[in-house]
């Protein structure tokens, strides 16, 4: 199966410099370079939003950036997003680019048709032993239930984060990086099945 088509998003939901998902996302999109996949990194703090809210929205429209990571999603057929945990949720950033992306209507276009017709993976980093599987799962259910994505089942999370990484950006375990460049390739795959 060529892949050649197929292009993948690799985003965080945190703003922070030295985001240990900010880490993940960067690493997820040079592991699939390294295998011959077209790959992006872009960072959520490069496209500020306003909060969320309709009267806004109204009087103003939809904020420059919004449409502009919109269009970045659309030329990628497969989205990686590295979710951190913020009190066992979804950061209110992520769910701030996620909540004006899906306001975003292209004339001809049905509602949320990006979310719809892209396949998404999730991943998470944390310090603490559970990787921040708890954000990843509020992740889901508003890509999945709230916005009509397509979600891979398989999820990846690095637990104990602050000791996790070479000084290369991979990760030490070894085992472990091999895990996250299969569900690369598996996105990539969902996303040629879907696409074409």
């Given at each position: ?32 370079e390294?295998?011959g ?86 991943g ?20 999945e ?37 299969a ?14």
């Amino acid at each position: 199966m060529s892949l050649s088509s197929t292009k993948l998003l690799f985003f965080a939901g945190s703003a922070r410099e030295a985001s240990f998902n900010k880490r993940i996302a960067r690493l997820g999109a040079q592991i699939a370079e390294a295998n011959g996949l077209a790959a992006t990194f872009a960072d959520l703090g490069d496209y500020p939003m306003p909060l969320y809210d309709a009267d806004l929205q109204a009087l103003q429209g939809i904020p420059e950036n919004a449409l502009k990571f919109e269009a970045l999603m659309k030329v990628h057929t497969g989205i990686f997003i590295a979710s951190p945990e913020y009190n066992a949720s979804i950061t209110p950033l992520l769910k701030n680019a996620l909540d004006w992306v899906s306001r975003v209507r292209i004339d001809g276009e049905e509602p949320l048709a990006v979310f719809k017709s892209r396949v998404f993976a999730l991943g998470s980093a944390s310090p603490g032993g559970m990787g921040g599987l708890r954000g990843v799962n509020t992740t889901r259910t508003v890509l999945e239930l709230g916005l009509g994505a397509l979600v891979l089942p398989d999820q990846f999370a690095v637990p104990k984060a602050a000791e996790a990484f070479e000084q290369n950006g991979h990760l030490k375990n070894r085992e472990q990086q091999e895990k996250f460049k299969a569900l690369i390739v598996k996105l990539a795959r969902a996303a040629h099945v879907l696409h074409g």
